[in-house]
C-alpha cells in the first residue's frame, strides 16, 4: 500500500520550532518531488514549500521563506520541513505530498500524485 504519513506536528508557543516529517511506505520518494501543503480553518489549502526529487531545488511561499527549511533523506526515504520562528498565522493542518511526473517548477498542486493525511501544527501561546 502507497503512503504517505506526515507527523511531528503539536503545539508551540509563537517563536518556537517544529520539525515536520513525511515518510513514505510502499514506494520509494528518490524520483519524486515533494510538496508541503497546509490549510487553515476556513481557508483554501496553500503551497508551503517544495523540493526536487535530487533536492538541488527548493521553492517556498513568501510567507515562510527564511523561517522554514525543507530538505530530504533518501536513505530514510523522508523529507523535512524545518520551522523556526512559528508564528500564530502558521496554525494549520499540514500535508506533504508526492508527484513523480512534473511539468513545471515548482509543481502545481493538481499534479501530486499521492498525500498524507496531514498533521495539525497550532502556534498560540
Known amino acids: 500500500q502507497l503512503q504517505l504519513v506526515e507527523s511531528g506536528g503539536g503545539l508551540v508557543q509563537p517563536g518556537g520550532s517544529l520539525r515536520l516529517s513525511c515518510a513514505a511506505s510502499?514506494?520509494?520518494?528518490?524520483?519524486?518531488?515533494i510538496g508541503w501543503f497546509r490549510q487553515a480553518p476556513g481557508k483554501e489549502r496553500e503551497g508551503v514549500s517544495c523540493i526536487s526529487s535530487s533536492g538541488g531545488s527548493t521553492n517556498y511561499a513568501d510567507s515562510v521563506k527564511g523561517r522554514f527549511t525543507i530538505s530530504r533523506d533518501n536513505a530514510k526515504n523522508t523529507v523535512y520541513l524545518q520551522m523556526n520562528s512559528l508564528k500564530p498565522e502558521d496554525t494549520a493542518v499540514y500535508y506533504c505530498a508526492a508527484v513523480r511526473y512534473i511539468n513545471s517548477w515548482p509543481p502545481r498542486e493538481y499534479e501530486y500524485d499521492y498525500w498524507g493525511q496531514g498533521t495539525q501544527v497550532t502556534v498560540s501561546s
Open positions: 510502499g514506494f520509494t520518494l528518490d524520483y519524486s518531488a
